[in-house]
């Protein structure tokens, strides 16, 4: 009985050690990737790239945490076959949409299907991701004109910014659904704007004013897109 409780502590302490081990590593790689943090408006491609790299850390840290404590408890490989059989038939059943969201979690970052940042419409939800995890995903709302509303409920907002409401979205919606990504080849939105001018009007000043303003409120942007 004290050989087996001693072995119990040891096999307690190494795993308590690897979990502070690769919780450490984890926070000592995210740390890096902040302060990696890219400035100025084309920033968003770093962001994307340090958002990519820090869930690729994660999976990496569950899978080197599970692993591990795998070889430090079952040191008898037909136990350990027959515990992970049984283990797999009763998660593959009473997890089947937790697993299908997971999933999908992977071809979304191997697919670059969309991610923190981009503004998608998914399940009929329209917004910007702010959170991606392992089972759902985080939309800001936006709004949508009248005519272009479907969904339910009602977007009582009807210009396109956001309504306030948070929305999570399974991952396992990209299988049944399309997802309209607005943003993942060029980091910024077209738009239309219709600006009446009148007959008669002075076209060519019209079109000067229209001209300035919008290099007035792009200069920035164009002077970092410039090589």
Do not use: C
């Amino acid at each position: 009985m004290a050989l087996m409780t001693t072995t119990v502590l040891a096999r307690i302490g190494w795993t308590l050690a690897l979990v502070a081990a690769v919780v450490l590593v984890r926070m000592l790689v995210a740390a890096m990737l902040r302060r990696s943090a890219g400035e100025g408006p084309l920033r968003r491609d770093a962001a994307s790239r340090r958002f990519v790299t820090t869930q690729v850390v994660s999976l990496l840290a569950l899978v080197v945490i599970v692993g591990g404590i795998v070889q430090i408890w079952f040191d008898d490989p037909a136990r350990l076959a027959t515990v992970v059989g049984l283990a797999t038939a009763g998660v593959a059943v009473a997890l089947q949409r937790v697993i299908t969201a997971f999933a999908a979690y992977l071809i979304i970052l191997r697919g670059r299907i969309f991610t923190v940042g981009d503004r998608i419409t998914i399940g009929g939800v329209r917004g910007d991701v702010v959170a991606l995890g392992l089972m759902q995903t985080t939309v800001m709302e936006m709004g949508e004109p009248p005519h272009a509303q479907s969904g339910d409920p009602v977007v009582w907002v009807g210009a396109r910014q956001y309504t306030g409401r948070l929305i999570q979205v399974t991952n396992d919606r990209i299988f049944d659904t399309p997802v309209y990504n607005y943003t993942r080849e060029f980091p910024f939105m077209w738009e239309e704007l219709r600006l009446p001018v009148k007959y008669g009007a002075d076209r060519a000043k019209a079109e000067s004013i229209l001209l300035e303003a919008a290099r007035k409120h792009t200069g920035q942007i164009v002077a970092h897109a410039t090589p």
